[in-house]
């Protein structure tokens, strides 16, 4: 089937994975960041006290997802995100006007867990369960949307930030979110698995089985690409947490900065097609090894940057890695552990990257506040990087092996 054909038949699931994704960004970091100052601010926070809440919340809404993320196993995606995107609006409300540091932390708790849990987990899993032989390409379209969010959003609300009070950007986000359901409902109005490049829906793990999550939990592979998990998440998400910080450490005006987000996506969206088409074409085990390189080298290359031009191209490889991570990661759990069970499976991992992106800004705003500002470290986090892409190329060497078809 030809790509564009393959968009044709199935658009209305495939833009239904879209929206999804980009939804999820009024719980992502890097929108919330975007009113980092005006938080600490408001709060009299320092940026260690700041990505101390922030780590709080963001690990109690982990925790929730072991559970929570089961969910995409028992209800349908038009009946389960409809609800999921009504308590993110309500969420998006309550930032609006929280004023009481504690109450801050339960705020980011719901907007952690519902945007960046919950919405990008119905999104992928869905994905990755319509769709068999044309997994990669799919659940790659679906991740343009946070993609999308990523380019588009900072870029809107820096700009309203100069003459709107962030406490009604909230509001606004929130109208944004209750517009999208409607949208949803309508695309998913006749869900159901749609057709793909396979005839059957369902694909086997390692062994030729169906693997459920207590399985996985006992599995070596699982722990041998807990850094890879980690890594994205935790210091991906302290890439655009630390934003204020980073700009101002560099003499960068937040603005000038705001504006490589395009550059970014742009670099991301090509990579996420690429890396879609190469695990469709060569298999998710020659994918999901090398991710972790680009991240590694961005790093490096942010940390010596003295120029916006020059944290542009450094931004650029990082969205290379980017675009592979959000695909490889994803299609690896169908692949290796099977779909029977994959919400659940998807979610056990979900919780540890959501715990990731907890302890990134965590970690770093307390160096921050010890006089160790970003740049510096994240010659360390590039090392982690390199030490997690190869403990995770180990790992599929030893077992890839058990793979039941060569589609893997």
Known sequence: MGYLRFLIENRLFLLGGFVLSFTSSYGQTFFIALFAGEIMQ?????????????????????ITMVWAGILTDT??????????MILL???CVAMAVVHHWVLLIVVIYFLRLLGQGMMSEIAYVAMARW??????????????????GQAVLPIIFVALLVFIDWRWLWGVAALCVLGTIPLIQRLLRQERTPQSLAEDSSSL?????????????????FYLLVPLMLG??????????????L???????????????????????????????????????????????????????????????????????FGIGQGMHSTGITTFWAVFYGTRHLGAIKAAAAALMVFGSAIGPGITGVFID??????????????????????????????????FNAAA
Do not use: C
């Open 89 to 91: 609006a309500i969420a």
């Open 75 to 84: 209800y349908r995606v038009r009946s389960l995100s409809f609800w999921i």
């Open 205 to 221: 793990g390692m062994g030729g089985r169906h693997w459920s999550r207590s399985e996985m939990l006992r599995h070596p592979l």
């Open 247 to 317: 700009t101002e450490t560099k003499g960068w005006s937040l603005v000038s900065y705001v504006s490589l987000m395009p550059i970014f996506t742009l670099s991301m969206i090509a990579t996420t097609f690429v890396a879609g088409w190469a695990i469709d074409r060569f298999g998710v085990k020659w994918v999901v090894p090398f991710q972790l390189i680009p991240f590694a080298v961005a790093f490096v290359l942010l940390s010596y940057a003295e120029t916006i031009f020059a944290a542009g191209i450094a931004l650029t490889v």
């Open 131 to 148: 769709f068999v032989a044309a997994r990669g390409r799919a659940i790659s379209i679906a991740s343009m949307g946070f993609a999308a």
């Open 232 to 245: 994205p998440p935790a210091w991906g998400t302290a890439l655009f947490f630390q934003q204020v910080h």
């Open 42 to 62: 408001d709060f009299n926070l320092t940026d260690g006290q700041w990505g101390a809440l922030y780590t709080l919340g963001t690990t109690i809404s982990a």
């Open 370 to 403: 010890y006089g160790i500002d970003f740049p510096q470290q994240m010659i360390p986090i590039a090392a982690f990087y390199l030490f997690g892409g190869a403990l995770a190329g180990f790992g599929i060497l030893r077992y890839q092996r058990d793979l």
